[in-house]
């Protein structure tokens, strides 16, 4: 081996540009972020070849003083932290002090500045083996630019990795959408090759910020989101999310900010996903712009070189927080939600123009009294479905057996049927409800209706579907969950850590049914689980639970499975194809789905409703041309 010797100052920032520039993308985003710490409020960003032959950042920052400027071309130097307290808690995007020297170790560095609003600037150039930094004076505005020309000319072997220029602009152009979505108070330009491709202006108010929004995730994302602003022991989440029909194949249109910061974390994904795990369909992945503020001490973001991971202090608050806000935000999009905003925002009225934030309650809502009872929803029959109550279902199982066939022949959908004065009042109503009123029924499967807006076009049984769904779950929730003691205890081989896991959330496995025991360092008996999951892989379950606990703090996977028990007694008791109704039946039905939670969408991910705009059946028809 050879002799141990120091690494030349050139070297070794090379080796650090390894970590912090990979592209030209990554010198954007160092540089914008720069500018965003030096409280600039306009970004101007001039990128040639993709970012390879050239990127420049100016800004209107507070500049550089001309006696540090040897040191901002220095590794590990900079303003932004000072000790370690400082490092526990750091409020601005940059603070390695890594940026500035390791792209000037890979390309051709020139930074001008001005901390003054008149008289001469400086200039600062890194050159030689030891990059020795020169300094002069030149003519500058207030504030900062950056040049940074032929990216790698000096290591052809990572410049061998950059892909086309296209690509590469994408890369820079995906990188400044989400600074500019991080930063509504300042404002951003971008142009290639001498064209302007993004010129966003600061937007203060919530509908410029609706306007930012759209023009960086597109107008159809702002048409299908509803915002939402929560804020709960020192924590506050606001932002848009997506309607659940608004899902993507891919997850592209996911953004999350942490304190400004755009991150990528475990805790915040499974939280979003559980949110949405009832509504979405398949393998669909949620779209959202959503913003977290909690104290800067509470988040570590000295993970990751690039800064795009975190760890949360309280991984499992902020997992419980960022949960019950966003389930709840979309169980509270109801069909009344989704109507007003079906236009685009410059073609709405002035009131309906502005996302209205979803209100965010406890507890699940009520039932209006006009909808069906628990009898009426889950009894055999209903509309023409007829479920029969498996043998084991434990408490919800005894309490939907009184729902018998025979039990009571008149239900609601009858009632109203037969009392067409009933249905009557309710069309002689002067507000006309959101999903309006039945006109038809389309070859047995489809209601058609009419609202303010135009045409509803309703899916019967998945509406039908969703209704008993949510009310197989409000009646469990509303009874503690039954434990079911196995007759032969069930013992499981477990590492040391999953039993510790076991020991500490024994509360936790109690709510959800389970009982488990401590036979030794790894291993553990199961002696009860949830009557409704008789017959269940318990140590398959329990296992990933444990599995789930250790990674996130939580898990859902024992509801999960109830609630797929609820979905198949829901999906046979719901009106099947071909049931004639009544208008009376259907004005029912479609009042039913506006008090509903997630009635937007069955039980398995697909849509129940559509709205037609007297606009759309207008050009179908080519009226007003």
């Given at each position: 081996m050879p002799r141990i010797q120091l690494l030349s100052p050139r070297l070794a920032n090379q080796i650090a540009a390894g970590e912090v520039v990979?592209?030209?993308?990554?010198?954007?985003?160092?540089?914008?972020?720069?500018?965003?710490?030096?409280?600039a409020k306009r970004i101007d960003i001039d990128v040639e070849s993709g970012g390879v032959k050239l990127v420049r950042v100016r800004d209107d920052g507070g500049g550089i003083d001309r006696e540090d400027l040897p040191l901002?071309?220095?590794?590990?130097?900079?303003?932004?932290?000072?000790?370690?307290?400082?490092?526990?808690?750091?409020?601005?995007?940059?603070?390695?002090?890594?940026?500035?020297?390791?792209?000037?170790?890979?390309?051709?560095l020139e930074l001008h500045t001005n901390t003054a609003d008149t008289g001469a600037g400086w200039r600062a150039r890194g050159e030689g083996r030891d990059m020795t930094v020169e300094v002069d004076r030149v003519q500058h505005v207030r504030g900062t630019t950056v040049e940074v020309r032929d990216l790698f000319f000096n290591t052809p072997a990572r410049r061998k990795f950059l892909r086309t220029e296209k690509t590469e602009f994408g890369r820079i152009d995906d990188a400044l959408r989400k600074l500019a979505l991080s930063r509504f108070d300042v404002s951003f330009?971008?142009?290639?090759?001498?064209?302007?491709?993004?010129?966003?202006?600061?937007?203060?108010?919530?509908?410029?910020?609706?306007?930012?929004?759209?023009?960086?995730?597109?107008?159809?994302?702002?048409?299908?989101?509803?915002?939402?602003?929560?804020?709960?022991?020192?924590?506050?989440?606001?932002?848009?999310?997506?309607?659940?029909?608004?899902?993507?194949?891919?997850?592209?249109?996911?953004?999350?900010?942490?304190?400004?910061?755009?991150?990528?974390?475990?805790?915040?994904?499974?939280?979003?996903?559980?949110?949405?795990?009832?509504?979405?369909?398949?393998?669909?992945?949620?779209?959202?712009?959503?913003?977290?503020?909690?104290?800067?001490?509470d988040v570590d973001v000295n993970v990751h070189p690039t800064k795009h991971e975190v760890r949360f202090r309280e991984g499992r608050s902020v997992h419980d927080f960022l949960f019950s806000t966003l389930h709840r935000a979309v169980a509270d999009i109801r069909?009344?939600?989704?109507?007003?905003?079906?236009?685009?925002?410059?073609?709405?009225?002035e009131s309906l123009r502005f996302a209205q934030p979803v209100p965010v309650q406890q507890g699940i809502g009520g039932l209006s009294g006009g909808g069906l009872s628990d009898r009426e929803l889950v009894g055999s029959g209903g509309l023409g479905g007829g479920w029969t109550r498996p043998s084991s279902h434990g408490a919800i199982g005894n309490r939907l057996a009184s729902y018998d066939a025979g039990s009571d022949s008149r239900r609601l959908y009858g009632e109203l049927h037969d009392n067409p004065e009933l249905a009557a009042t309710a069309e002689g109503s002067e507000e006309i409800p959101p999903l309006g009123y039945a006109i038809a029924q389309l070859k047995g499967i489809y209601i058609l209706a009419e609202n303010a807006?135009?045409?509803?076009?309703?899916?019967?049984?998945?509406?039908?579907?969703?209704?008993?769904?949510?009310?197989?779950?409000?009646?469990?929730?509303?009874?503690?969950?039954?434990?079911?003691?196995?007759?032969?205890?069930?013992?499981?081989?477990?590492?040391?850590?999953?039993a510790d896991c076991a020991e500490e959330f024994a509360e936790v496995f109690a709510s959800l049914g389970f009982t488990l025991q401590r036979a030794g360092p790894e291993s553990l008996v199961i002696r009860e689980i949830p009557a409704m999951l008789r017959g269940a892989n318990a140590e398959a379950l329990v296992r990933d639970v444990l599995s789930d606990l250790l990674e996130y703090g939580t898990s859902d996977r024992i509801r999960t499975h109830i609630d797929d028990i609820f979905s198949t007694m829901a999906c046979h008791g719901s009106v099947r194809a071909n049931r004639r109704l009544g208008v009376?039946?259907?004005?029912?039905?479609?009042?039913?789905?506006?008090?509903?939670?997630?009635?937007?969408?069955?039980?398995?991910?697909?849509?129940?409703?559509?709205?037609?705009?007297?606009g759309e059946l207008d050009q179908l028809f080519l009226r007003g041309r």
């Open positions: 990979e592209r030209p993308s990554s010198v954007v985003k160092e540089l914008v972020e720069n500018s965003l710490d030096a409280g901002a071309l220095s590794r590990h130097a900079t303003s932004k932290i000072l000790d370690l307290d400082d490092l526990e808690a750091v409020a601005t995007l940059g603070f390695r002090g890594e940026a500035l020297a390791s792209i000037a170790s890979v390309a051709r330009s971008l142009r290639h090759n001498g064209k302007t491709v993004h010129n966003l202006r600061a937007a203060d108010s919530q509908l410029e910020q609706e306007r930012r929004v759209a023009a960086i995730c597109g107008p159809a994302f702002m048409e299908n989101a509803r915002y939402i602003d929560q804020t709960r022991g020192g924590l506050r989440l606001w932002g848009w999310i997506g309607l659940p029909t608004f899902s993507r194949s891919q997850a592209d249109l996911q953004y999350f900010f942490v304190n400004g910061r755009v991150i990528r974390d475990k805790v915040v994904t499974h939280a979003v996903r559980q949110a949405y795990r009832d509504v979405l369909y398949q393998d669909r992945h949620p779209a959202y712009v959503l913003f977290l503020e909690l104290d800067p001490g069909p009344g939600e989704a109507l007003g905003e079906s236009e685009p925002a410059a073609l709405q009225p807006c135009g045409l509803v076009i309703v899916d019967m049984h998945a509406a039908h579907e969703r209704i008993n769904y949510e009310r197989m779950k409000r009646a469990f929730d509303a009874e503690s969950v039954t434990s079911q003691p196995l007759l032969v205890p069930e013992a499981i081989a477990v590492s040391e850590k999953e009376a039946e259907m004005n029912a039905l479609l009042r039913d789905m506006e008090e509903t939670e997630r009635s937007g969408q069955c039980n398995h991910g697909r849509p129940t409703w559509s709205q037609l705009s007297l």
